[in-house]
């Protein structure tokens, strides 16, 4: 399969360290950008690191949450309660 072209826009600081990074590993820059941007394709693609980003947003939602009640003076949500069915739909078998 052919590669194809593209353009991106990057700080000249970027620019800088990515050559030089480059120069360091006997590869151009060119190269280096493919790897860098298969790596980080590979990476997003990956479950478990999925699951970390999805941990990660899940923490940040209830806080800002917990922030807006405060603000608003609702009362807070326990941080894990106990479904009405005592089943927790989130926890693993």
Do not use: Y
Request: glycine share 6%; charged share 30%.
């Amino acid at each position: 399969m052919a590669n194809s072209t593209f353009t991106i826009r990057i700080s000249p600081e970027e620019h800088k360290t990515l050559n030089d990074l480059a120069g360091l590993r006997h590869q151009s820059v060119s190269e280096l950008a493919r790897q860098l941007i298969s790596e980080g394709i590979g990476r997003m693609l990956d479950p478990d690191e999925i699951d970390r980003l999805i941990e990660e947003e899940r923490a940040r939602l209830k806080d800002v949450a917990l922030q807006v009640r405060k603000r608003a003076g609702m009362t807070p949500v326990p941080t894990n309660p106990t479904p009405k069915n005592g089943v927790d739909s989130h926890s693993g078998p």
